[in-house]
């Protein structure tokens, strides 16, 4: 057991925090962490082209081939500076993985490096209406036409869907099929005819996902992802690369939440036992998480395979950002009424407590999440 | 960054879980036979190897002083306990006492009657104290990592035992493990326990290297650890129905330790104190 960094990893570090300090574009601190739009292409484009856009992705698709102790220190570093993350999180988490994973040579040539370099912003095409934690119930239509597919049918809650180039998307492939063994999975041109975008005003007051209505789209043969009726397969890739390799991002992101709690409570010099407690509960929280990551992360690095340990991190991220939110909406009191009061209401922490009670939903729902920890870490009865 | 035990003290902790499966209560002297005692008073060992130990004495329930002697950390034959919060544990099982203010005195004066009942906390009789080696703030140290590994080993025995029980156990023609009442709960006392096992460790670290956030990491895993010890055997208690509220269960014994480790040095809030200040002021 050794927590300090080796020579490589400090190394590394020394790097990027350099690569920060050099090239951070000022006034971002501010903005960090905001908004996911506020992460600006050509901040992204410098990761890419750093390399640390793709540190752990393989060489000879544009990555690093970076050990994950590096993407580790790299988000952490990221946290430190309260600097923004790279703005393709669908391309880069989800869409990139999956078609390192499924893809044809021309496949990965024509959109690993794109997404890279933020040249291209994806979005996910999960949801629907009437398929949310149940997935295999998706009905988009996605018929083959021979020459091409026909893609018919609506998708809810798309994330990024009003500035991206390209979706990930799971629709209906072969109607006649048992239950995930109809779907199939391709990537769609949002900007190809028949694409609709309509964007959702969430929670916050802020449209930062969308419906995306689908009518007769014609999506070359060449873009399904693994074979026609292997959508299951394949989205379960995407899955667990959201979930998966979102640990360290997730404490980064609480990392900079706690910090700016901290900053918050001293600048509102709080005395209170009760208050001082909680605050001291979510820096305990932070580091239970942290050092989880690092389990897993090791236990990743000796097997291939990330530990049981790490895959309740996302269920524990959510309810501590929720959790923590509301603290910092209590530590400003009356202000916390205000969104643009000055001074300590900026609407920062209104924001993101509002912000916050998506957590429990996305990628996954807290009680789907429970049930997938109960079944496959457990070993518990199934409870469908 | 090599957040895992050795392979070495992989094979010490597969060792200790058997000998304590077939042993559950032994001696000091069966624990000396194993070249346990005193593992931290040589250089072969580290508090790493030592914390091993302390988790799997913790998911046995043992009811010795081995912990308390070894983070004492005194030379000699002797076998110490340590006085915590005015009580000395185990105090008619050791010959002396150490003591807050760093002083040694012979193990005499009253056991008392205790909620758990291994633990046989006495009140020491001050007589003839003597100055003892090193200094409280490590004994104190040592000493909140070792009840934080022990909480973690407490935690997820309580855990373990529910799992198996809701694997096996049936109502309204269904494994009560698949509903969802029963697995969340578990799922969420697995999951404390985890991260707090991941705290304790590195408490376990921290104090192994002297590391400069050694008090952050031992009030981390001690508050946390113990509050994730009872929590695990409530939820433990609570999926076991009428049979884990039975005193023929093992499940109130875990229990009984987990409360008191939570309470032992101080209370979660008290050590959280600690970290606001920390946090606060600097
Ligand atoms: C901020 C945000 C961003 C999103 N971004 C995207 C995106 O980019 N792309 C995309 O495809 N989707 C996205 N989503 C959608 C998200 O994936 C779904 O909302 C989520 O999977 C839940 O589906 P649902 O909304 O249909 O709720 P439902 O599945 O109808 O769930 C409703 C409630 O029932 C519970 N429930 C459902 N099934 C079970 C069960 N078996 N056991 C116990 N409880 C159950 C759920 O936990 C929930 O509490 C986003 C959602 C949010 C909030």
């Known amino acids: 057991m050794e927590l300090r960094d080796t020579p490589d990893e400090a190394a ?83 869409a990139g993985p999956t078609i390192i994973a499924w893809g044809t040579p021309e496949q990965k040539e024509r959109y690993l490096s794109k997404i890279l370099m933020a040249d291209e912003i994806w979005c996910q095409g999960f949801s629907e209406p009437d398929a949310g934690s149940d997935l295999a119930a998706s009905r988009t239509r996605i018929e083959d036409q021979g020459d091409h597919f026909l893609v018919n049918g609506q998708k809810a809650w798309s994330s990024f869907a009003h500035i991206a ?30 694409v609709e975008v309509r964007p959702l005003v969430q929670i916050t007051g802020h449209p930062e996902f969308n419906e995306i209505f689908f009518t007769d789209v014609q999506v070359p043969k060449e873009n399904v992802l693994g074979a026609v009726g292997d959508g299951w397969q394949v989205a379960m890739t995407t899955l667990l690369h959201e979930r998966g390799t979102l640990g360290f991002a997730l404490s980064a992101t609480l990392d900079v939440a706690v910090r700016k709690l901290v900053a918050l409570a001293k600048d509102r010099n709080v005395t209170d036992p009760i208050l001082r407690d909680r605050i001291a509960r979510e820096w305990v929280e932070l580091q239970a998480l942290k050092y989880t990551n690092y389990r897993s992360l090791t236990t990743l690095t000796k097997t291939g395979i990330p530990g049981p340990e790490g895959s309740a991190s996302k269920l524990v991220w959510s309810e501590n950002n929720q959790r923590l939110t509301k603290l910092a909406l209590e530590i400003l009191g009356s202000h916390a009424q205000l969104t643009d009061g000055g001074g300590y209401a900026d609407g920062y922490w209104q924001y993101q407590q509002l912000r916050s009670r998506g957590n429990t939903i996305e990628a996954g729902t807290s009680e789907i999440l429970r049930n997938i920890v109960a079944e496959r870490v457990l070993g518990l009865p199934r409870s469908r | 960054m090599d957040f895992a035990f050795t392979s070495e003290q992989d094979d ?34 580290t508090f790493l190897d030592a914390s091993v130990l302390f988790e799997e004495l913790g998911r046995a329930l043992y009811d010795g002083p081995f912990a308390l002697n070894e983070v004492a950390g005194q030379p000699g034959d002797d076998v110490w306990s340590i006085e915590i919060d005015g009580f000395v544990p185990h105090l008619d099982k050791v010959t002396r006492v150490l003591t807050p203010d760093m002083r040694g005195t012979k193990a005499q004066g009253d056991t008392l009657a205790t909620v758990d009942e291994t633990l046989g906390l006495g009140r020491l009789s001050r007589n003839g104290a003597e100055a003892a080696q090193g200094e409280w703030v490590d004994v104190r140290r ?35 493990g698949s509903y969802q009442a029963i697995s969340h709960s578990l799922v969420d006392g697995y999951v404390a326990v985890e991260l707090s096992r991941s705290l304790a460790y590195w408490a376990a670290w921290s104090v192994a ?7 952050l990491a031992v009030a981390a895993a001690k508050s946390q650890a113990s509050e994730a010890a009872v929590l695990a055997c409530e939820k433990s208690i609570q999926a076991h129905g009428g049979v884990g509220f039975t005193w023929e269960h093992p499940l109130h ?3 009984k330790r987990a409360l008191w480790l939570e309470g032992a040095l101080g209370y979660g809030r008290e050590h959280r104190a600690e970290v606001a200040e920390y946090l606060l002021s600097s």
């Open chain 1, 12 to 94: 590394f570090r020394e790097g990027v925090r350099e690569f920060i300090a050099q090239n951070l574009p000022s006034g971002s601190k501010q903005r960090s962490a905001r908004r996911f739009e506020d992460a600006d292409r050509d901040w992204s484009r410098k990761l890419g082209e750093a390399g640390y856009a793709g540190l752990t992705w393989p060489k000879e698709y544009g990555g690093a081939g970076a050990p994950y102790s590096h993407q580790a220190i790299y988000l952490e570093e990221l946290a430190e500076a309260e600097a923004p993350s790279h703005l393709g999180v669908i391309g880069l988490g989800m």
């Open chain 1, 165 to 194: 180039d390209f979706c990930i998307l799971i629709g209906l492939g072969l109607p006649d099929e048992p239950r995930y063994k109809n779907l199939t999975y391709v990537i769609v041109d949002m900007h190809a005819p028949g």
């Open chain 2, 12 to 45: 010490l902790r597969r060792e200790a879980r058997a000998f304590l499966e077939a042993t559950p209560s032994p001696s000091m002297e069966q624990l000396a036979e194993l070249g346990w005692v005193g593992i931290l008073q040589g250089d072969d060992f």
């Open chain 2, 142 to 176: 040592r000493l909140l990592a070792a009840l934080a590994l022990e909480a973690v080993g407490i935690g997820s025995k309580a855990i373990e035992l529910a799992l198996a029980y809701a694997s096996e156990r049936e109502q309204f023609g269904k494994k009560i």
């Open chain 2, 209 to 215: 290297e002297n590391d400069e956030q050694v008090d």
């Open chain 2, 253 to 255: 014994r875990y229990y």
